[in-house]
């Protein structure tokens, strides 16, 4: 079974410019929630998206987004590019997003915001 | 405000000895804990889980335990190998938060030859 696919694996942008991120779960998984990792941060949740809705959300400004197709892939967007927006931005799947399942990571997609 | 902590930013084991990964919370309607473990340019892989009704959960080499009065966790490796070097990580849940897990900062664990 193949895993969580994370695209593209590295970007670079420069400030003020916006960026499109993209995650594939694991194929039957329902439930994907994005993170954000910056190094002493730990990882830090954005949003987490199911059936295509969004059912919770982290304490990030409005201009990190994201959506959910009908085939559970999505996308995270992020507009108006900050510095500090420099980070590891991991997406995860699992299959019925209860609180008790754990997620199954992506290898992630480094951003770099010069 | 940190609700998950791992006080030891890195820990050093002999192979072969036992490795002790600690972490504390401080958000009390938490009843659920897993592990992770992180690779360089990887993901974070599961590792093991344990619910606030259990209070030791074991999968080979990996056991964790969890004391809720003192809002304790801990995970033990034995015997460590070169391989387990790695980040670990603690995360905790509840109902309340849905599929929002919160994450400590990670523990550095370096497993020496």
């Known amino acids: 079974k193949a895993g969580v696919t994370q695209t593209p694996r590295y970007l670079i942008k420069t400030r003020g410019q916006q960026v499109t991120l993209s995650c594939s779960p694991i194929s039957g998984h329902r439930s994907v929630s994005w993170y954000q990792q910056t190094p002493g941060q730990g990882l830090q949740f954005l949003f987490e998206y199911f059936s295509e809705t969004q059912r919770n959300k982290g304490n990030f400004p409005g201009r990190f987004s994201g959506r959910q197709f009908s085939n559970s892939r999505s996308e995270m967007n992020v507009s108006t590019l900050e510095l500090g927006d420099s980070a590891l931005y991991l997406c995860?799947?699992?299959?019925?997003?209860?609180?008790?399942?754990?997620?199954?990571f992506g290898n992630g997609t480094r951003l770099t915001v010069t | 405000d940190q609700q998950v902590k791992q006080n030891s930013p890195s820990l050093s084991v002999q192979e072969g000895r036992i490795s002790i990964l600690n972490c504390d919370y401080t958000n009390s309607m938490f009843d659920y804990f897993l592990w992770y473990k992180k690779y360089p340019a990887e993901g974070p892989t599961f590792l093991i889980s344990?619910?606030?009704?259990?209070d030791k959960n074991e999968d080979g080499r990996f056991t964790v335990f969890l004391n809720k009065s003192a809002k304790h966790l801990s995970l033990h490796i034995v015997p460590s190998q070169p391989g387990d070097s790695a980040v670990y990580f603690c995360?905790?849940?509840?109902?309340?938060?849905?599929?929002?897990?919160?994450f400590g900062p990670g523990t550095r664990l370096s497993v020496l030859p």
């Open positions: 344990i619910s606030s009704i259990k």
């Open positions: 995360a905790a849940s509840s109902d309340n938060y849905g599929q929002n897990f919160v």
């Open positions: 995860a799947s699992t299959i019925a997003g209860g609180y008790n399942s754990p997620l199954h």
